[in-house]
């Protein structure tokens, strides 16, 4: 089955900087990666997303990065700030052997603290 | 007005008993989820069904009973709680089964924080 990879565990950056969380995902079938943000005590929520026919994505602060051959996906936070602090998790949505059913797989998470 | 409910949020019990956890999504969507979140806030699939049809079946053991009574609720039931079942439940819905690449975003309720005694 897929399984993905996300580092690195934890990031603390500063106000203002810029952070970046890398995945890797091992079946080539996956063909959507979404990226969820969970803030402590709450639940999980989408916040950007990318297809695998499309190699870079950006909404305000936000981008995600996909590179298909090397099957790694990145998520990068320009001008972080303090309410940016929390859990993200990347995934894959792999179809179920043959069919199109799409099975989420998450990344271990990355704890994202900002100081101010 | 929440789209993804669950109760009850915290759930206390001793090892051996038998509990249940209710969902209920108001967003029209056909799929629905359940994740289990252990301590280091991993995040894995338990099951999926789709328009009352269990799709996904991820190796659980069978003390967990998932029951989808119609589209709108998902219902976990566990007999003979376990001290490792201790984490916190979410269940979610999305639009569609299929990912055909598309967005398909999964709305997460709230959770139950399940603690075994």
């Known amino acids: 089955g897929e399984n993905v990879e996300q580092h690195p565990s934890t990031l603390s950056v500063q106000e203002g900087d810029s952070a970046v969380i890398k995945c890797t995902y091992s079946d080539s079938a996956s063909n959507y990666f979404p990226w969820y943000k969970q803030e402590l005590g709450k639940r999980p929520q989408l916040i950007i997303d990318i297809r695998s026919n499309v190699g870079e994505k950006k909404d305000q602060r936000i981008a995600v990065t996909l590179n298909k051959t090397a099957k790694h996906f990145s998520l990068h936070i320009t001008e972080t700030q303090p309410e940016d602090s929390a859990v993200y998790f990347c995934a894959a949505s792999t179809p179920r052997g043959g069919t199109s059913y799409g099975k989420l797989t998450f990344g271990q998470g990355t704890i994202l603290t900002v100081h101010p | 007005d929440t789209a993804v409910s669950q109760t009850p949020k915290y759930l206390v019990t001793q090892m051996g008993n038998d509990k249940s956890i209710k969902c209920e999504q108001n967003?029209?969507?056909?799929?629905m989820y359940w994740y289990k979140q252990d301590s280091k806030k991993f995040l894995k699939i338990m099951f999926s069904y789709n328009n009352k049809e269990l799709i996904i079946n991820e190796t659980v053991p069978n003390r967990f009973s998932p029951k989808s009574p119609d589209k709108a609720h998902l219902n976990l039931h566990i007999n003979s709680l376990e001290l490792g079942d201790s984490a916190v439940y979410f269940c979610?819905?999305?639009?569609?089964?299929?990912?055909?690449?598309?967005?398909?975003?999964?709305?997460f309720g709230p959770g139950t924080r399940l603690t075994v005694l």
């Open positions: 967003l029209g969507h056909d799929t």
């Open positions: 979610a819905s999305s639009p569609f089964l299929t990912s055909g690449g598309l967005r398909n975003e999964q709305f």
